[in-house]
């Protein structure tokens, strides 16, 4: 559990940052406003096809070939990757693609996150450990986003001040134009997505010979039980 929930602290921590900052990054790179708005509606739109996809086409695999549903997370997260230095870099037009890609991973990655949960542990405890399991959601958050992000934005405001010789007064909110300011901390959010993709991994490995069995065996088995306990009473 405890691995699951550090790759989830990977993976949402880096996507909620991307989330969070979109707004401030496509200002910062000279993109209109009605552009940025284009953008949020694509991350959400992108966002709800992550949840569906990742659902069916992971169920699929599984029936078909007995692929480990964490090793789509794994390749979820990878892809999240990719999203993340396409806004490191700023490649032409690429906050576009970015959207459309972390709102993709960020939605399956919910997905995946509490189905893995569900068919690991079984349904006894399953409202516990969602919960638990939602601890990843804001302390990745917390670290990648106020503790790396919103620390590099700031410093990085300070440094081009500096350097036009303006002096921050006292309250004054910071503001960082171009593609420096975000540059490092998606580099950064990159690695830890990528490091997230090889601890949950080490889930696959771990998992590989569950999920070659009938891992619905003892779903149905509790059902039949449920219906024998119900058969007694009435």
């Known amino acids: 559990m ?97 959207s459309i890609i972390v709102g993709f991973c960020l939605g399956a990655q919910w997905t995946l996150l509490h189905t893995i949960i569900s068919e690991l542990f079984g349904l006894k405890h399953y409202s516990t450990l969602f919960n638990f399991a939602g601890v990843a959601s804001p302390l990745g958050s917390y670290l990648l986003n106020v503790r790396v992000t919103g620390h590099l934005d700031d410093k990085e405001a300070e440094r081009k001040m500096a350097a036009m010789g303006i002096e921050r007064k006292a309250g004054e909110e910071l503001n960082c134009v171009g593609v420096e300011c975000f540059r490092l901390a998606f580099i950064i959010v990159a690695g830890v997505s990528l490091f997230g993709s090889l601890v949950s991994f080490m889930l696959v490995i771990g998992t590989r010979k569950f999920y070659r069995t009938d891992i619905y065996k003892k779903f149905r088995e509790e059902a039949e039980a449920v219906d024998d306990d119900a058969k007694m009473i009435y």
Not at 33 to 38: D, F
Not at 53 to 68: D, H, Q, R, T, V
Not at 74 to 81: A, D, E, K, N
Request: with cysteine; net charge positive; hydrophobic share 50%.
């Open 2 to 98: 405890l691995v699951l929930i550090l790759s989830a602290i990977c993976g949402l921590g880096g996507s909620l940052t991307a989330v969070d900052n979109l707004g401030q990054i496509g200002a910062s790179l000279g993109y209109p406003i009605k552009s940025l708005s284009t953008f949020i509606s694509l991350l959400s739109i992108w966002n709800y096809l992550g949840r569906v996809a990742a659902g069916s086409i992971s169920e699929s695999l599984l029936n078909k070939y007995k692929f480990p549903r964490p090793f789509m997370l794994t390749l979820i997260l990878i892809l999240s990757c990719l999203g993340h230095l396409l806004i490191a870099f700023n490649i032409k037009n690429s906050l576009c693609v970015a």
